[in-house]
């Protein structure tokens, strides 16, 4: 929508008088808890006192469906009241996308190491375990749905997560006019708040602003994708330690 001189609109992009990307995060923040309260209810609540952890597999897949919102909403909104999902997020990446993804994503990996070694020594080896490898792993001994599992957490997880945190939630930030840094710091600790992990917290907020930092750098959500996906690619590995 253009004004009379031909200038953009100061409403275009503002869908009930807020900005679509804070819309589409709050609608898919919403949808991700209320299928995954849905699907642990009735997958996990119905089955899992009849079958063998190893017999589980296909609720791996089940259990990261809810993800899949994570996603597809901000998808439909850049599409719907965007410029679209290309122009929005950047999601083709380049080589410099790629090249500051993996160097994020590097440090992604440091920071959480070193903050992890620093919880270890406040609370010890048993109590900061690294609990959704260790469930993964424990719920099947097919290496066909490991696999499955695996190029969930590095492929879909990172597009579908970066696409809600680094893409939506910081569209409509920056829309307001928020600074880039409170931006970079705001979506590391909703980022960090969502996954649920309590003794993980401090490093997970340590890897979203590594995340964030790519998109700051380049303006380009690929650019936090390729670094997200790196960042998972070693817990993604680690899941045939024991298979």
């Not at 503002?14 to 299928?35: D, I, N, R």
């Not at 996308?97 to 010890?124: E, M, P």
């Amino acid at each position: 929508m253009e004004q009379d001189d031909g200038s953009p609109s100061v409403r275009d992009g503002l869908v009930l008088g807020a900005h679509w990307g804070l819309l589409a995060f709050l609608a898919s923040l919403g949808l991700y808890y209320g299928l995954s309260l849905a699907i642990t209810g009735f997958a996990f609540g119905e089955h899992v006192g009849t079958a063998e952890l190893p017999d589980l597999g296909p609720v791996i897949v089940l259990a990261f469906l809810p993800n899949l919102l994570l996603g597809l909403g901000p998808v439909f909104a850049a599409r719907k009241w965007g410029r679209g999902v290309l122009a929005e997020f950047g999601l083709v990446p380049t080589w410099r996308d790629v090249r500051i993804g993996l160097a994020c994503g590097g440090f992604s990996l440091l920071a959480a190491f070193v903050l992890n070694l620093l919880l270890l020594q406040v609370y010890g080896d048993e109590f900061l375990t690294d609990s959704t490898t260790d469930v993964l792993r424990s719920m099947t001994s097919s290496v066909g749905w490991l696999v499955v599992a695996a190029i969930v957490v590095v492929v879909g997880a990172p597009l579908t997560e970066e696409l809600l945190f680094r893409g939506a939630l910081w569209n409509g930030l920056a829309h307001y006019r928020v600074p880039p840094w409170a931006i970079l710091v705001l979506t590391a600790l909703v980022f960090a708040q969502v996954h649920g992990e309590p003794t993980r917290t401090l490093a997970l907020l340590g890897q979203g602003i590594a995340l964030g930092a790519a998109r700051m750098i380049t303006g380009r959500v690929s650019a936090s994708v390729v670094a997200h996906a790196t960042n998972n690619l070693p817990p993604a590995l680690l899941l045939f330690g024991a298979s």
